[in-house]
Structures are given as structure tokens and as C-alpha cells.
């Protein structure tokens, strides 16, 4: 009986050693460790990690692209909805809401955040010095780009100059708009000293900052500082006009020598959506399946009356919009838009077409071209030093191109007055960046807009020159005040 | 893993010198002479009954039990009343136990009515058990083990299998709908191997699932999507138990309340389905074998336009925007000629056959119990080219080593393959067969002359497969292997202790393979062909150990305990490949190299562990008073690092008022038991690594080629939890009428906070959304179940009807959101909107109030409006909410539906007349609403596709000819509006099943060799009444959502059938 006892005891004994062995290591089961996941845990470690950091922060320019024409374009004078789009477009009627921001906002806080990774995390990583500054730098001016989309179309927005870690920091307030372009003007200039003049292509080199700072100090009315951007980036000897101003649009010539700052884009692998918005739509009839008469998309893209009207006869006008095309999809023959639109406005959007990459097009997107810097450069000369001749050199080697050799077409600039000047050159870039998302913006910043678009009969009204901020998103941080009137 | 190898092993070791030990003492204990007496319950716990054998003046009594139809009865327990003396009958029938003169011996076993005979002189005793006409006796399985039912605390659904197989399904929970109360299911696609949608008392969540957790005999299996990725098409909902036929089943249990529910923890929440399956039971070898042809067609087409009325709407069309006459007569034939055209519904469905095999071999001796099974099932779909097979081979084993130990394997083994076609209107550019064929006009054939596809090229710019071509061109296959297994050994310490530990592994490998050929016509994209291979492994291990202890003190006590610990983990890994663009269609998805277009590989790994202990107290006195106390800690990894651990307990309380004398003298009621339980459970179904920040890929182009960025998803959360259920439920159960009428209530109410919501936050933070445990949900419900049985002569009608009302409220949301908007429909018709609003039920329908038709152009200036646009004579008119005139904003929206039913119910009835049975199921869902998302686009834009027939018999045509249906104008879908047009009232009533069968009897068989031979037909879905113009009102596109619900879009159509069959046991 005593053995039996003992028996029953040692059981009981194992049995509880059985129950409490497992107990205690097994706490480590709970430990997450994503076998498949990069985390913070095993991120930021090396050179490379900051690379693919950066090229996260990067990504975010592709969300920038597709709504770029309508801030730059649509809104203003020059663009206005293809004729066969039966709806009136909330970007040319001024009829948007407050939630119309929410892409560029949600856009550029994303990669905002991107970029302070990169800069936060870069620091702590053991690699050679010099690599390191540059590639903080090129987040930096990232982090820049992106501000600049904020505080051009809202003013001042809430300023990170670090990640996001937790909740505690997500309800800042908004910034003075002065605050928020010191901050871009600082990480540009940063980069601008920093980096090589060249880089593979798509990513930001020390020209590219320069053209970036020429522009943002034109807006910033610093007309000296935006001269003498520009004029590193002209006196710099690595940019030419091309010879044709259509090759500037076609794929073969993406991030050619004209091209200072391009997205990157790759038919099949990450597809241009703008092209492919310029189209001319065939409403019905014999034109079936083709790339013209794919499915419309509301706010596809036509030049204006007044566009076509005032732009100036010449080989860069016939490249810019035309009213007909050459045998589309499985008809051949000249086919009038005339015809098309059956007695519409009979003008399409020619210079960005990319029939050969149909809907898949790789044509990358400008940014920023030589033509824009030589433009920049003689409009800012014109304001601190009007007598100066070499702002005729500039926007004349701008009329040469765009003239392609017929001397009467657009003969070049000479004796003009200042004020005269200042006319030619903002005409100058309506039509030589026609459409490149420009004109909004210049007609903004000369204070322009607002006459112009009522001259067109449009419902403006002042507080619209500056966009909404999402209003969802005052909503959930109540901390954010919105611009007035919206 | 690692961890994990090593002490298996040590516990093995342990195991061995454990079993060493145990052998000697029962050596010991047998030489000291001593008897013992081991019965073994359906718990599968062991009691151990010591004999004195000194008390003298005993006598042997011998005998035999048997039941009606003069079987024997193996396993009857035999007690002496007042004594620990007991024995259990063997094989045949018989027993042998020793008794004073004047004892009284209680002769008991389940299902049988209890008898009671006192000794006389007599030495042989033949008893004769009549079966119970109570179900108090009933063994209910319950988590971690089984109780009886008269001792149940808490509120459980059981559905015995015998009566899911008398009315025949091909999939389980087809056969477990309508039948338990305070159970939804609902069907969510009705594609062959298709999943369904089951809520138990209503929906808990808004971004976690709401899914029960399924626990296959004692093994909670995790419910994942097991459908690989793919290209093109989006995988559809699939049915984590079709790896289970119905004809396995020894019972479903269905836990409902926090008493039942609490023991599963933080996966308890959704309520908890324990499924049962068949085990070998004492007796001779038996073999059972059973056939069933199933013959479906689809239960309703739709009613749409021929190719006259689509060409003459479509000529109505081009007058109306100013454009010659399409079917004119010179490029096509006028309207007149075109007659009916090709019925493109007619061009896919089919009549479908089913063949389904099951052979089962078990038996069992005192020591070993075994069951051996086979199952097959061929299941054609009523869409041409969709098929699913299953293979099935099972395996269990129940073996006495001795006196103290039992051990068990099970083994379940299967295959299917899925081969599939597009539905539910997702495929590759949202083309399906079904969806095409309700859209294709039918004005064009099949094939044109040269025998090629022809597609609808319409009269603007849609382009619309031929849905025949998509159903013959295109592959999807899915091959899906289980194994899921497990093996346990029972070790009993001392008398009613027992420590079980048990090992189980569910493997699942999944392949699906995609193509879609070079020929496939797509929208937009140009489609070169595509090749995609995917595959999920998925490896779920579970360990546990437990103790459990039963004992009666005295005749008022009665105590039962258990204490547990388990560690489940899971690993899953899934790849997919690839590949585009192919010059040849001849090797399909055979050969991703030989495409010139390699997308990148993708693959991904993901583990969870699940580490619980678990405990439960049972304490019943006097057989009245029935007292449950359960409590678990689970630690999740899915969780945040601050928050790893949760308690889950419950406590129940039970009063068996029918044994109280007042109630007895009644005289009234057989039995009477009232239920309160309260208790706290979680749900953990949200993905692994919600708490962490994890970097995302993303592919730039740099420098002209793709590289890889990575950026954050998300702020990490170390504070996210589960989601929190408090649960109250009162319960009654009633048996009157000598057990003929039983009655069964309960009310619930049940409140689930700490949502894991996804949280929109500022996006200034670089981030839109984080998963927070924020909100609230509140389900209240009734639900009760009526049985009845009765005998008339010689013919017997047993009948169950079951009720439920469920109200489901949204009680919060985060701070600052004042709702959520979620999108419905899909391609053509995705316009729709459910909202989640706080004190509203969860995915009501939000869109406009559709006001009839405009009539005049002063009719749209009187109201203040101006002509033109949407307001156009001829246009559908929608009601201005906000005083401003119809715009299309939210400010014009609001709830113009619910898809929450008001009641469900399920009736089952078997009448029975000598060898004849008859089974009749209904089922039905009352008060709730569904949206045919199929009529946005199938009412609406006659020139670009086919529409509904009652578009060209009620559409507008000039003032005062319709104010229902709009003119034949508009250009670019631009007035596909959602309303309350397409929100339709979603009640039905349907007989579910039909069945006859007859079991012919013994004279007719004339072979002694056979034990029973049956053979039925039945009917399913046979009949339907509803008022609902779509397919069929049981439909849920969004299977897995708990906000988009009732929402019909392109889903696989529901079909009748006709099953014959055939059920032979030797």
C-alpha cells in the first residue's frame, strides 16, 4: 500500500511538472516577429535600408501626377472639359467642396512622414559621411517637393520635421505660411549645396534643387534669389532646349537634356494616366474598340476657346491642340474632330499624345524643363534688373524653338518696357508650357487669376485662391483651422 | 518551433515512464485482490467504482437488456441503489452483477427511459428499455467536454445528425440552416464549394469578423481563407467545414450564451459551433454504405429584354440623344425581325448533376473502438464549366490500454478540387458568366458564322465578353488537401480524476491555378493572357492538457472540475507567381515561363500562437440547483505587446424547478428548468501583426527600371486588445405531456465593446486610419424552439420549429465620427452605400428616395429646379431632402433600408407510417431587405447593354406614360443612382426540403445478411414564396462583412434539385 502511495504521488507530481513546464517559455510564442515583414524592428541598418526608405518617400510623387492638371490647369483659363463629357466638371466650375484637397493632403503627409524616416533614422546608421549627408539631403528636398504642393494650394499647414512614433503628436496645428516656406526654402538650399549635380534618372540632384528654389522664390516674389537659382542651373552648361518641341513629349525622349526633373514612368510597369486623358473621345459610331474611343472619363481634358483663340499661329501652337487626326484604330484617313464631336468645339489636346503606349503609356512627367529655368531667369532679371539685354537672350531662345524656323511666326523679343516684358514672358509660358500644369499657379502669383477667370464668366470668388483644407480633416484634428470663406 | 519539438519529446519521455508507472500499480492493485469497476461515459471520463467485497449475503444476478425491436443494448449501466456497485452490459447485451435480496437495481442508458427493479429471488433478470420520449437524458457536448442535458446551465443549440441526414445537403451548413435557433445562415455564394454566412445572435463587429469559431471534435480550427490568390479573379468565398460531409456528423452543438461560450475566450465571442463527428460504437462490425444523385437546375432566370425590345429600346435611345437609327435596316436588321434572340441565361445554366458516395466500416469491442470512412462527392454547379469535388477519408480509433488509460486517434484526410468560374460579378474586369449573360444583348448569337465567340460590342464603347467564352476560356482551379488529426490519452489518477493530454495538427495546402486566355476580351486593358499559380500551406498545432474531476458526494452532491492548458499555434505561408502575355494558349497555366511578361513573385509567412489555461467548476445539488463557473486566460500574439493577456469568465446558474413538489403536483409539466448566465468572452479575429508598424513595398521607377521603396503602414498600437462581449442570457426549458411537447426560451442581451475598429486619424500624421479598440455594439434577442412528438395509431409525427428575433445597434463610434460609409455593388453597378451610424442597426442601406419620373419641363421648373442635366423629362426624379433642390450629394441621402431580418425561423416535421418517413423542412426570414444592386445597371442604358424586361414594358416614353421606370437617354451611366428603387423586401419562406424515404423491410430485402436498406427522393428549395424579383433572396455578395450585408450583385444563382438515393447498412 505504501508503494502504491508513493506511485500515486510520483504521478501527481509529474502530472503538475507537465502542467507547469510548458508554462513558462511558452510566453515568447506571443512575441510577434513578422517572418515575411520588414519592421522598424530590422529596418533602417544600413545604407541600403535608407536607399529603399527613400524610394518609399519617392513613390508618393506618382499620386501628385494624376490630379496635377486640374490644380494647375483646369481651374484656370487655358483647360477646360472635352465637349462629349456631358457633365459640367467641378474643377472648371468652381463647384468643388472642401473635401477636394483630401488626395494632395493624405499624398503628401504620407511621404512627409516617409522623409522624416529617412532623415530620423539615417542618423543612427554607421555608414560613410559623405553618402550619408547626401542621402539626407535628398530626403530632405523630398520633404520639400511635398511641402510645397501643401503651401501653394493651402498656405500654412501643419509642419513635421520628424516621424510619426505615436498618437500624441498627430493633432498639430497649422503653421504661418512664411514658417512652412522657410522650412521647404531651407531643405532645398541644404540639398542644393549637398548633392552631386547629376543623378539616376528620377531622383533629385543639385540642379534640380536650384530649379526647384528658382521657382518656389519667383512664387515668394524674391526675384533676386530666384535669378540667380536659375542662372546656376543655365551657367551650369549641362541643359539644352531640344531642337523639336514635339520630341519633348514622347517616351523616347523621357529625361532628355531639356528634361531637368522628371517622374519616372514605365509603360506596364507604373503607366503615365495623363496621356491618355488629352485624347479626343469619339462619342459613338464606327470608331469601336480603340484607344480614342475608350471610356470616357469625366474631366477629360480640352483646351479652351479663348486657349486656341489667343495662342499665336506657329509650329509649337500645331503641336500643342489640333481638330483632327490621322486614321485612327481601323479607319484611315484624315478624321476631323469637326465630324467627331458633330459640330462641337472641334479642338483636341495633341502635344502629350501617346498612341503607341495606347493606355499604358511611359511617357514620364516634367516637373520642371530648361525652357521653364530660361523663363524663370529672364522674368526675374526683368524685376532686378530690367535694362539688363540678357532676359531677351533667354525668352528669345524659348521663341526660336517654338517658331521651328518661320522667322514671322513669333519673331523675337527685343526693346520691350518692363511691364511689357512682364506680359511677353507670363504669354510666353502659357504657351510654351501650355498645359504642363503651370498656369494656375503663374496666374496666381501675379495676382492675375481672379480678373482672368471672371473675364471667362467663372463663379470665383476671392477666398478661392486658396483650397480647402479636407474638411474631414479639421474635423478629426480640431486644432486645424480652415482658410476663410470655405 | 523549435521550443515546441523539444518538449514533445520530453513529454513523450515523461509520457512512457508514466505509463510504466501506472502498469505496476495496477499490478499491485490486482494482487492485493482488490475489484474494480471502470465505466466509461460519453464524456469519455473515467469513474472508478470500488466494490467492498467483505459485506456478505449477496446473489448473482444475470441478464439481459434489450430495446424495443429486441436488440441488444451494449453499455447499459447496471447500479445497486444506495452502493457503489455497478457494472455495464457487454457486446450482446448482457450482464452479471451481485446484490443483496431487497436492493433495487437502476438500470439506465441514454436515450432510454430509466427503469428500476427491486430483487426477489430471481437470478436472471431480461430487461426490456423503451426509448425516452424525453431529450433531458440527451448527452450535449459542450467545450471541453459533454454534460446531460437536464444539467446544462447555459444556452445550446443541438442538431442531432440523424436529422441534419434526413434532409440531405451537400455541404454542412447547408444542412445545419434553419434548424437551431438564434443561428443565421445564410447563403453568401451558391457556387459548388461555395462559403456561407453564419451569425450567432447577430453581428458583434464592424471590422473584426463576426464568424463563429468552428471546433472540429475538440479541435479549434482556425477559420482562414484558404483560397490561394490569383490573377484576375477575386477568390470567392469559400466554406472552411466543405472539407467535412454532412454524413459524418454525430451532432453539432451551437454554443450561444457567455456559460457555453466563455470556456473558448477570447474566440468565444461570435459564438461557438462544436461539431461532432461519428465514432465507432460497441457492436459487431457494421458497414454502411449510401448513395445520392442530386439533379438541379437554377431555382428562377431573370426576366429580361429580347433582342426586339433591346433593339427598339436602343433605336429610342439614339432618337433620343439625336442620332440615326441604329437597328435601321441597312447596318442592322430592324427591331421587327430580330424576334427573341439568343437567351443568354439559357446559354449558361444547365441542368447539374450531383453524385455523392459515403462507406463507413465500425464497430467496437469493450477495449477497442474503431471507424473507418470513405466519402466522395461529385457536384457539377448549374453554371456550365463550374464543378467541385471532394474526397474524403476518415478515421478514428477509441482503445482501453488498461484499466487507467484510453488513448484515441482521429484522422480526417481530404482533397477537392474547386474548379470554378467567375461570379459574384469580380472577376477580370468584373466579367462573369452570369453577369454577362444577364447584360449581353440578344440580338447576337453564340458564335458567328466562322464559329468564333461573338461579344457585345455596343452601340458606344462597352465591350462585354461572350459569357459562354468566359466560362469555357478561362481556368480556375483550386486543389485543397486537409489533414487534420489528433490523438489523445486519457490517464485516470485516482478515482474521477483524469488527466488528458491531447495532439492534433490541421495541415492544409491549397493550389489554385488561373488563366485566362489571350483571346479574352477585357475592358481597357489590353489582355495578352495571364498565368498565375498560388499557393497557402497553413500548419495549425495544437497541444493540450488537462484535468477534469467528477464526483458525487453523497446523493446531493454532485461536483465536476476541469483545469486546462493549450498552446495552438499556426504558420501559413502563401505564394504566388505570376506571369503575362502569352503567344500560346495550348499550356495554360502550365508554363508561367513561356509568357514574355513576368509580374514578381510574391510570398508571404505569417505565424500566430493562441496560449490559454482554462478552468470550469460544475456543482449541482439535490439535482435541482445546477451552479457553472468557468473562467480562461488566453494570451494572443495578434495583440499589443502592453496587452498580450485577457480573462474571459462566466457564471451560470440553473434551477430544475420541475422537481420541486408544487410544480410535481401540478401534475402538468414533465420537467422545467429556468437558466440565467452572465459572463465576459473576446474576439481576436483580426490579422496578425495589426499592433505593429510594418513596411509596405512599393516600386518606383528609378533610373528606368522598378525598384523597391518601403514605407510605413501604420502607428504602431502596443495597446490593441480584443474586442469584449458582456453577455446576459435567461433561459427556460419545459417538457410537458410525457415528454411528447418540449419548450425551449431564451433572452439575451449582448454588448460588445472595445471594437477593433479601423480609426480614421488625422492624415497628418502620414497616416489615414489605425486600428483602435474604440465603439460599441449592442445585440438583444429572443429566440425559442418547440418540439413535439407524437403517435397517432401507427403513424408518428415529430416535428421542431425554432424562432429568433435579433436587434442589432451600433452604441458608438470613435470620437469625432459621427458615422461610416461603406461602397456596395460592383463594376456596373457599383454605386451603392451602407452607413454605420450610432443607435442605428449595422449596414443599412443609404441612397436617395426615388420620386418617380419627371414628367414635364414645367413640372421640373415649378419645383425650382432647371431644366437639363439630371433633371431632364423622362429621368427619374429623386426626393430633395434638404430643401435645395436634388443635388447628388449626402445631403440628399438617408436610410432607405435594412438589411436585418425581424425574425427567422426553421420547421422540420417527419411523419413516419410503418416504413415510410416523410420529412418536410421550412425555413424562412421575415422583415428583411435586400439591395439588387443587378438593377442599377439592368435598368438603365438599353444601348450599351441588356436590360430588365420590365425596362422596355414600363420605361418612360413621353408625359404621363410611366412614373416608374426612366426614358432611354442617358449617355454614361451618369443617373445610376442608388435609392430605395433597388432596395427590395428580402422575406421568404422555403421548403427547404422535401424527403421520402422508405426503409424496406426485412421480408423484402430477404437477406439477413443486410440491417436495413432504405432509398428516398427528395426535393430541395422546391418551393419558395417571396416577393423578391432577383434570383433568390437568400443571397450575401459580402460574405465576410458585418456592415454590407443583403446586398445581391452578379452572385451564383441558388438552385432546385431533385435527389434520389439509396442508404444500405450490413
Known amino acids: 500500500m505504501d508503494q502504491i502511495m508513493k506511485n500515486t504521488l510520483k504521478l501527481r507530481i509529474y502530472i503538475i511538472i507537465l502542467i507547469i513546464f510548458p508554462l513558462k517559455a511558452c510566453d515568447d510564442l506571443l512575441v510577434e516577429d513578422p517572418p515575411s515583414n520588414i519592421s522598424l524592428a530590422n529596418f533602417y541598418q544600413s545604407e541600403e535600408d535608407v536607399l529603399v526608405g527613400l524610394y518609399g518617400a519617392y513613390s508618393n510623387l506618382y499620386g501628385l501626377v494624376s490630379q496635377a492638371p486640374n490644380y494647375g490647369e483646369m481651374i484656370a483659363d487655358d483647360m477646360t472639359i472635352s465637349p462629349i463629357v456631358p457633365d459640367a466638371f467641378e474643377w472648371d466650375e468652381f463647384t468643388f467642396n472642401s473635401e477636394v484637397t483630401s488626395g494632395l493632403w493624405s499624398q503628401c503627409y504620407t511621404a512627409i512622414n516617409r522623409a522624416n524616416e529617412v532623415i530620423r533614422y539615417t542618423e543612427g546608421i554607421d555608414f560613410e559621411v559623405g553618402r550619408k549627408a547626401d542621402l539626407i539631403a535628398e530626403a530632405r528636398a523630398l520633404r520639400a517637393i511635398y511641402y510645397f504642393h501643401l503651401a501653394r494650394a493651402m498656405g500654412g499647414v501643419p509642419l513635421y520635421d520628424s516621424p510619426t512614433v505615436g498618437f500624441d503628436n498627430i493633432y498639430e496645428p497649422r503653421s504661418t505660411e512664411d514658417a512652412v516656406y522657410d522650412f521647404i526654402i531651407q531643405d532645398l538650399q541644404i540639398a542644393a549645396d549637398e548633392l552631386e549635380p547629376s543623378s539616376p534618372s528620377g531622383r533629385i540632384n543639385s540642379d534640380i534643387a536650384n530649379a526647384l528654389l528658382a521657382r518656389i522664390y519667383l512664387y515668394r516674389g524674391d526675384f533676386q534669389n530666384a535669378l540667380s537659382h536659375a542662372e546656376a542651373v543655365i551657367n551650369s552648361g549641362r541643359y539644352r532646349l531640344l531642337d523639336d518641341y514635339a520630341d519633348l513629349f514622347k517616351a523616347e525622349n523621357n529625361n532628355s537634356i531639356e528634361h531637368i526633373y522628371q517622374i519616372q514612368y514605365l509603360s506596364g510597369e507604373i503607366n503615365n494616366p495623363l496621356p491618355g486623358r488629352y485624347g479626343p473621345r469619339a462619342p459613338s459610331g464606327p470608331y469601336g474598340r480603340s484607344f480614342w474611343a475608350g471610356t470616357t472619363i469625366p474631366g477629360s481634358y480640352a483646351p479652351s476657346a479663348e486657349f486656341v483663340a489667343e495662342n499665336p499661329e506657329s509650329y509649337r501652337r500645331s503641336v500643342t491642340i489640333a481638330d483632327h487626326y490621322d486614321h485612327i484604330d481601323g479607319v484611315s484617313g484624315v478624321i476631323t474632330m469637326l465630324e467627331v464631336y458633330g459640330g462641337g468645339f472641334p479642338y483636341y489636346i495633341s502635344k502629350f499624345n501617346d498612341r503607341e503606349g495606347e493606355l499604358q503609356s511611359g511617357v514620364n512627367y516634367t516637373v520642371m524643363r530648361y525652357a521653364d529655368i530660361l523663363l524663370i531667369a529672364a522674368e526675374a532679371l526683368n524685376e532686378t534688373d530690367p535694362t539688363d539685354p540678357k532676359k531677351y537672350e533667354w525668352i528669345n531662345r524659348v521663341r526660336e524653338r517654338a517658331r521651328n524656323g518661320v522667322e514671322s511666326d513669333l519673331p523675337d523679343l527685343t526693346a520691350t518696357t518692363q511691364d511689357q516684358f512682364r506680359t511677353a514672358v507670363l504669354e510666353e509660358r502659357r504657351f510654351e508650357l501650355a498645359f504642363e500644369n503651370q498656369r494656375a499657379w503663374d496666374l496666381k502669383r501675379r495676382n492675375l487669376f481672379l480678373n482672368k477667370m471672371r473675364a471667362q464668366g467663372k463663379n470665383v470668388e476671392d477666398f478661392m485662391l486658396l483650397f480647402p483644407i479636407p474638411d474631414m480633416q479639421t474635423q478629426l484634428n480640431p486644432n486645424l483651422e480652415q482658410n476663410p470663406g470655405w | ?1066
Open chain 2, 1 to 1066: 518551433m523549435a521550443y515546441n519539438l523539444l518538449f514533445g519529446i520530453v513529454f513523450q519521455l515523461l509520457l512512457m515512464n508514466l505509463l510504466t508507472e501506472a502498469r505496476a500499480i495496477n499490478h499491485n492493485e490486482h494482487t492485493k485482490g482488490e475489484n474494480e469497476l471502470l465505466i466509461l461515459n460519453a464524456n469519455h471520463l473515467l469513474f472508478k467504482e470500488e466494490v467492498n467485497i467483505h459485506e456478505a449475503n449477496f446473489i448473482t444476478i444475470s441478464g439481459t437488456i434489450i430495446d424495443q425491436n429486441g436488440q441488444p443494448i451494449p453499455g447499459a449501466t447496471i447500479l445497486v441503489e444506495g452502493t457503489n456497485t455497478g457494472t455495464a452490459t457487454d457486446i450482446e447485451g448482457n450482464f452479471t452483477i451481485e446484490a443483496n435480496e431487497g436492493n433495487v437495481l437502476l438500470i439506465s442508458f441514454i436515450g432510454y427511459e430509466s427503469q428500476s427493479i427491486t430483487i426477489g429471488n430471481q437470478t436472471i433478470l431480461n430487461i426490456t428499455l423503451t426509448e425516452s420520449q424525453s431529450s433531458l437524458e440527451e448527452i450535449v457536448v459542450v467545450g471541453y467536454g459533454a454534460v446531460r442535458k437536464s444539467d446544462l446551465s447555459g444556452s445550446v443549440s443541438s442538431v442531432k445528425g440523424e436529422d441534419m441526414q434526413k434532409t440531405p445537403a451537400n455541404t454542412l451548413i447547408q444542412s445545419l440552416q434553419g434548424r437551431a435557433a438564434g443561428v443565421d445562415i445564410r447563403a453568401a455564394s451558391n457556387a459548388p464549394g461555395g462559403g456561407m454566412k453564419i451569425r450567432i445572435r447577430g453581428t458583434n463587429s464592424i471590422n473584426a469578423s463576426s464568424d463563429p469559431l468552428y471546433v472540429i471534435d475538440g479541435f479549434p480550427i482556425d477559420n482562414i481563407n484558404t483560397t490561394p490568390g490569383g490573377a484576375g479573379n477575386n477568390a470567392l468565398a469559400t466554406d472552411p467545414l466543405s472539407s467535412i460531409s454532412p454524413n459524418e456528423i454525430e451532432s453539432i452543438e451551437i454554443l450561444k450564451d457567455a456559460s457555453a461560450t466563455a470556456i473558448y475566450g477570447a474566440r468565444g465571442a461570435n459564438g461557438v459551433v462544436l461539431i461532432t463527428t461519428k465514432r465507432g460504437k460497441l457492436g459487431s462490425v457494421k458497414v454502411d454504405f449510401d448513395y445520392s444523385l442530386n439533379i438541379a437546375n437554377v431555382r428562377k432566370k431573370l426576366d429580361l429584354a429580347n433582342a426586339e425590345e433591346l433593339a427598339i429600346l436602343t433605336n429610342e435611345w439614339a432618337v433620343n440623344n439625336n442620332q440615326p437609327l441604329i437597328y435601321n435596316g441597312i447596318n442592322k436588321p430592324i427591331p421587327e425581325d430580330l424576334g427573341e434572340g439568343t437567351d443568354w441565361q439559357d446559354q449558361i445554366f444547365r441542368t447539374a448533376l450531383t453524385n455523392t458516395y459515403n462507406l463507413s466500416l465500425s464497430g467496437g469491442t469493450e477495449n477497442t473502438k474503431y471507424m473507418v470512412s470513405g466519402n466522395y462527392l461529385d457536384q457539377d454547379g448549374i453554371i456550365i464549366e463550374s464543378n467541385f469535388r471532394r474526397g474524403g477519408l476518415k478515421f478514428n480509433l477509441d482503445q482501453k490500454v488498461n484499466n487507467r488509460i484510453n488513448i484515441g486517434i482521429n484522422l480526417n484526410a481530404n482533397m477537392s478540387i474547386n474548379d470554378a468560374v467567375p461570379s459574384d460579378g469580380s472577376g477580370f474586369q468584373h466579367d462573369s458568366p452570369l453577369w454577362n449573360a444577364l447584360t449581353t444583348t440578344p440580338v447576337i448569337s453564340v458564335f458567328d458564322a466562322q464559329g468564333n465567340y461573338m461579344h457585345n460590342h455596343d452601340e458606344t464603347v462597352k465591350i462585354l465578353e461572350n459569357p459562354v467564352s468566359i466560362a469555357k476560356t478561362r481556368t480556375d482551379i483550386t486543389e485543397t488537401t486537409r489533414v487534420l488529426s489528433n490523438a489523445f490519452v486519457v490517464f485516470n489518477i485516482i478515482e474521477g480524476l483524469d488527466f488528458k493530454t491531447n495532439f492534433g495538427t490541421d495541415v492544409i495546402n491549397s493550389k489554385r491555378d488561373v488563366y485566362i486566355p489571350n483571346t479574352a476580351e477585357t475592358q481597357a486593358l489590353p489582355n495578352l493572357g495571364v498565368a498565375s499559380i498560388g499557393t497557402i500551406q497553413s500548419n495549425n498545432w495544437l497541444q493540450e492538457y488537462t484535468l477534469s474531476y467528477n464526483q458525487e458526494f453523497g446523493s446531493m452532491h454532485r461536483l465536476s472540475a476541469f483545469l486546462g492548458y493549450t498552446i495552438q499555434t499556426r504558420e501559413t505561408e502563401s505564394v504566388l507567381s505570376r506571369t503575362d502575355e502569352f503567344f500560346t494558349n495550348s499550356l495554360k497555366y502550365n508554363n508561367l515561363g513561356i509568357g514574355s511578361n513576368p509580374r514578381p513573385s510574391e510570398s508571404n509567412a505569417v505565424n500566430t500562437a493562441l496560449l490559454s489555461y482554462i478552468g470550469r467548476l460544475n456543482y449541482i445539488f439535490n439535482n435541482k440547483y445546477i451552479f457553472t463557473g468557468t473562467v480562461r486566460r488566453d494570451g494572443s500574439s495578434k495583440f499589443g505587446a502592453e496587452n498580450k493577456w485577457g480573462v474571459f469568465p462566466s457564471a451560470a446558474f440553473a434551477w430544475r424547478l420541475g422537481d420541486e413538489e408544487i410544480i410535481k403536483q401540478l401534475n402538468a409539466i414533465d420537467d422545467l428548468k429556468i437558466r440565467s448566465s452572465y459572463g465576459l468572452t473576446g474576439n481576436e479575429n483580426i490579422s496578425p501583426y495589426s499592433s505593429l508598424a510594418l513596411y509596405n513595398t512599393t516600386r518606383p521607377i528609378i533610373n528606368g527600371a522598378p525598384v523597391i521603396g518601403l514605407f510605413p503602414n501604420r502607428i504602431p498600437n502596443p495597446d490593441l486588445k480584443w474586442e469584449k462581449t458582456a453577455q446576459f442570457n435567461v433561459g427556460l426549458d419545459a417538457t410537458f405531456a410525457e415528454g411528447r411537447l418540449n419548450f425551449s426560451a431564451d433572452y439575451y442581451i449582448k454588448r460588445t465593446e472595445d471594437l477593433l475598429l479601423n480609426v480614421t486619424i488625422p492624415n497628418q500624421s502620414g497616416y489615414g486610419t489605425s486600428v483602435q479598440n474604440i465603439g460599441s455594439v449592442e445585440n438583444k434577442g429572443f429566440e425559442f424552439q418547440i418540439g413535439i412528438k407524437n403517435t397517432f395509431g401507427e403513424l408518428n409525427w415529430n416535428s421542431s420549429f425554432n424562432m429568433s428575433f435579433n436587434r442589432n445597434k451600433l452604441l458608438s463610434l470613435a470620437e469625432g465620427t459621427d458615422r461610416l460609409l461603406f461602397g456596395i455593388g460592383r463594376g456596373e453597378s457599383a454605386h451603392g452605400r451602407t452607413i454605420a451610424e450610432p443607435g442605428q442597426p449595422l449596414g443599412l442601406f443609404y441612397g436617395y428616395r426615388f420620386a418617380g419620373i419627371w414628367q414635364t419641363e414645367e413640372e421640373i421648373i415649378a419645383v425650382g429646379n432647371t431644366v437639363g442635366g439630371i433633371n431632364r423629362p423622362g429621368l427619374p426624379k429623386y426626393a430633395d431632402l434638404n430643401g435645395d433642390g436634388f443635388r447628388q450629394n449626402d445631403e440628399d441621402r438617408e436610410v432607405i433600408g435594412d438589411p436585418n431580418p425581424d425574425f427567422i425561423y426553421g420547421f422540420s416535421n417527419d411523419f413516419s407510417y410503418k416504413n415510410l418517413t416523410l420529412s418536410v423542412f421550412i425555413h424562412g426570414v421575415y422583415g428583411n431587405e435586400i439591395a439588387d444592386m443587378n438593377r442599377i445597371g439592368l435598368l438603365a442604358q438599353p444601348q450599351k447593354h441588356n436590360v430588365y424586361k420590365v425596362y422596355y414594358e414600363e420605361r418612360w416614353t413621353g408625359p404621363g406614360t410611366s412614373n416608374t421606370i426612366e426614358a432611354p437617354i442617358t449617355n454614361a451611366g451618369e443617373w445610376k443612382n442608388f435609392s430605395d428603387r433597388d432596395v427590395l423586401d428580402g422575406s421568404f419562406l422555403r421548403v427547404k426540403t422535401i424527403n421520402l424515404s422508405y426503409n424496406l423491410p426485412s421480408s423484402l430485402i430477404g437477406m439477413n445478411r443486410i440491417r436495413n436498406a432504405q432509398v428516398f427522393l427528395a426535393g430541395d428549395n422546391l418551393f419558395t414564396f417571396t416577393d423578391y424579383t432577383g434570383f433568390d433572396p437568400e443571397v450575401d455578395l459580402y460574405a465576410s462583412s458585418n456592415v454590407q450585408m443583403g446586398v445581391d450583385n452578379g452572385a451564383y444563382p441558388m438552385s432546385k434539385s431533385v435527389r434520389i438515393g439509396v442508404k444500405l447498412g450490413f
